[in-house]
């Protein structure tokens, strides 16, 4: 009883934003100013979604929206295609310097992310990506994290599968595409699930690489919806409510493959 009690109350503190989101995004401008708060709105209302849905040239709400759901979907596949090539090569075979490289590849985990910021934006700058959604898919599609963690889930496959196929006249590729991939669905899910995430809820970067409000993503978009000297609470969190709908979808889609995943990564290497 103690556990399922305890299981609750982590529920109700993850949960809980999103409902006061959801409640928020109800309500009317005054009442979601009022102190002390409610819980439910008095007066429910759909106005604030309205103006969302509506939009102006400055606060293309929509089109932040589309923009978050390219640029993260793209990243998400660039990142497992890339990722899994490289997490491939350094645990299923064998040349010179691969623990030296994959040394360097997990020592740049421990180098804070805002050091690469000023580096990928002269190499990004120099590549005439600046202001395009170009820019916010193809940076970090190599990250370290997502080769550390699908080697440690490939060095954990049997190689017997790869004896077997190659014995049968395989070659890397086929046994890549044919029988690693395959069995590394709960990691793939998981990669992609954390890669998609962190697109959607980048805020620095795009702000840092985009100008103008038609390619901004929702994170830096939302942000404009804040009024220099008041805040409208109401379509602010309809705007993050929104922003919510997509990644509740993909957990709810691939959660059983993330458990997975996540509980099977890391066991060998």
């Given at each position: 009883?103690?556990?399922?009690?305890?299981?609750v109350?982590?529920?109700?503190?993850f949960?809980g934003?999103l409902?006061?989101?959801l409640?928020?995004?109800?309500?009317?401008?005054?009442e979601?100013t009022?102190?002390?708060p409610?819980?439910?709105p008095?007066e429910?209302t759909t106005?604030?979604y309205?103006?969302v849905?509506?939009?102006?040239?400055s606060?293309?709400?929509?089109?932040?929206?589309?923009?978050?759901?390219?640029?993260?979907t793209l990243?998400?596949?660039?990142v497992l295609?890339?990722?899994s090539?490289?997490?491939?090569?350094l645990?299923r075979?064998e040349f010179?310097?691969?623990?030296?490289?994959?040394?360097?590849?997990?020592?740049?985990?421990?180098v804070p992310?805002f050091?690469?910021?000023?580096?990928?934006f002269?190499?990004?700058d120099?590549l005439?990506?600046?202001?395009?959604?170009?820019?916010?898919i193809v940076p970090?599609a190599?990250?370290?994290f997502?080769?550390?963690?699908?080697r440690?889930?490939?060095?954990?496959?049997?190689?017997?599968?790869d004896?077997?196929?190659r014995?049968e006249g395989?070659n890397?590729w086929?046994?890549?595409?044919?029988?690693?991939?395959?069995?590394?669905k709960?990691a793939?899910?998981?990669?992609?699930?954390?890669?998609?995430l962190a697109?959607w809820?980048?805020?620095?970067?795009?702000?840092?690489?985009i100008?103008?409000?038609?390619?901004?993503?929702l994170?830096?978009?939302?942000s404009i919806?804040q009024?220099?000297?008041?805040?409208?609470y109401?379509v602010?969190?309809a705007g993050?409510?929104?922003?919510s709908?997509?990644v509740?979808?993909?957990?709810?889609?691939?959660q059983?493959y993330?458990?997975e995943g996540?509980?099977?990564s890391?066991l060998k290497?």
């Amino acid at each position: 009883m103690r556990r399922y009690t305890v299981l609750v109350a982590l529920a109700l503190v993850f949960v809980g934003p999103l409902l006061w989101a959801l409640s928020t995004s109800l309500k009317t401008k005054p009442e979601a100013t009022r102190l002390p708060p409610t819980l439910v709105p008095q007066e429910p209302t759909t106005a604030a979604y309205a103006t969302v849905f509506e939009g102006t040239t400055s606060t293309p709400v929509l089109r932040w929206f589309a923009n978050s759901l390219i640029a993260a979907t793209l990243h998400m596949v660039l990142v497992l295609v890339v990722c899994s090539l490289a997490a491939y090569a350094l645990a299923r075979l064998e040349f010179r310097g691969k623990r030296l490289m994959f040394a360097l590849i997990v020592g740049t985990l421990l180098v804070p992310g805002f050091v690469f910021l000023i580096p990928q934006f002269l190499i990004v700058d120099q590549l005439g990506w600046l202001d395009s959604l170009t820019v916010l898919i193809v940076p970090g599609a190599a990250g370290a994290f997502g080769v550390f963690f699908l080697r440690q889930f490939f060095l954990a496959l049997p190689r017997e599968l790869d004896e077997a196929a190659r014995v049968e006249g395989a070659n890397h590729w086929h046994i890549f595409l044919r029988i690693t991939l395959p069995l590394s669905k709960p990691a793939l899910a998981t990669l992609a699930v954390l890669s998609f995430l962190a697109n959607w809820n980048d805020f620095i970067w795009p702000i840092f690489v985009i100008f103008s409000p038609e390619y901004f993503t929702l994170p830096p978009g939302l942000s404009i919806l804040q009024g220099q000297y008041t805040i409208d609470y109401p379509v602010i969190m309809a705007g993050a409510a929104l922003a919510s709908v997509p990644v509740l979808i993909l957990f709810a889609l691939t959660q059983r493959y993330v458990i997975e995943g996540i509980s099977r990564s890391g066991l060998k290497g």
